[in-house]
């Protein structure tokens, strides 16, 4: 049975985001994960966690330390940013017990790939020996040239051909299925030729990303072909409701969730 979480950057923002958690745990999730946690104190969001009895499984590092920033672990001449702001994804990871961090890279724009390549490279042989005595995996995340262009890791070949040189246990793959279905296609064979390299897993549909049901992707296929390779980690709903977030859900309802409150709190 797939374990999803609710992204909380995505969905419920219907409310602010602090009372996202409690909209989440009323609709049957028992796990968050968000993009950026870093406009609220570690403390209030761990606050929010235990009143409502939840995990949060991965958030993304810092985009940076400067205006504008849009991820800087592959940035040359800002390695000391890169420090500055892992340590601070890594203080976070402690107090709301989180395993996961997903690096955020950075594009390429003028700058030569290779050079940025090796400074990703670098960065992370550095910093994964430190997330890996607090037990917090480092994951990178592809990015489809089409909704993000000029990112530095486009598909899974590039993430997985930095992951190969990285050799750390604990540096793996994010495998968005959206962002793989525009950039690569054939979803079922990435999922399944990848079994084993991907660490955490997240959907939306296209066009749009939205809700299963509302675009391309045959997600119940999907959900049903994880379960079968064995997949035990968490799957991430970060897609966008066509309306609201819980008339979204009607695609969850067999897993008890999305159902009306006093049910799902039966459940849990």
Request: proline residues 6%.
């Amino acid at each position: 049975m797939p374990r999803f979480a609710a992204n909380l950057t995505t969905l419920f923002t219907e409310l602010p985001f602090l009372q996202r958690f409690g909209a989440a745990a009323a609709a049957g999730f028992q796990a968050v994960e968000m993009q950026i946690p870093f406009l609220e104190s570690a403390a209030l969001l761990a606050e929010q966690l235990q009143l409502h009895q939840l995990q949060v499984v991965l958030f993304n590092s810092p985009l940076g330390t400067r205006p504008g920033d849009r991820g800087v672990a592959a940035l040359p001449g800002r390695e000391e940013d890169f420090w500055r702001t892992f340590e601070t994804a890594l203080d976070y990871a402690r107090v709301l017990k989180c395993p996961r961090i997903r690096v955020v890279c950075g594009h390429v724009g003028a700058m030569n790939r290779d050079d940025m390549e090796a400074v990703l490279i670098a960065n992370l042989k550095r910093a994964a020996p430190h997330a890996a005595e607090r037990g917090v995996c480092l994951l990178l995340e592809p990015l489809n040239p089409q909704d993000v262009p000029g990112y530095l890791l486009a598909n899974t070949d590039c993430a997985l051909s930095i992951i190969d040189r990285i050799d750390h246990s604990n540096v793996r793959l994010q495998l968005d299925l959206y962002h793989c279905y525009m950039s690569q296609g054939d979803l079922s064979g990435h999922a399944t030729r990848l079994f084993g390299r991907y660490d955490h897993v997240q959907f939306s549909n296209a066009p749009g990303r939205h809700e299963p049901g509302a675009g391309e992707i045959h997600y119940p296929h999907l959900f049903a072909l994880l379960d079968r390779l064995g997949y035990d980690g968490w799957v991430g709903c970060e897609y966008f409701p066509l309306s609201t977030t819980l008339e979204s859900l009607a695609w969850a309802r067999e897993w008890g969730i999305g159902s009306p409150p006093t049910m799902a709190a039966r459940r849990r």
